[in-house]
């Protein structure tokens, strides 16, 4: 599994994310109940993954330019 990247959150579906990164390109990454989605205190869960907020990708990418998560990692915002 490689690192995807990071990006901000900028909708959400079921059991997806749509995020942008930083070269402003939009990327649909897909989890499912194998995913780890861990915070800044511990393990978390789809809830964590809000609109405005920033993740980075571990997994792989899909043949269909999506790209499948392992582990999410929820950001913190700087100043938290």
Known sequence: ???????????TGNNTITIKG???KELIVVYTDKTEIQTSTGLGTSADLQIGGRVTLVGGPNPDGTFTADTLVVCLEVGT
Do not use: Y
């Open 1 to 11: 599994n490689a690192t995807g990247g990071n990006g901000q959150i900028i909708s």
């Open 22 to 24: 930083v070269n402003e």
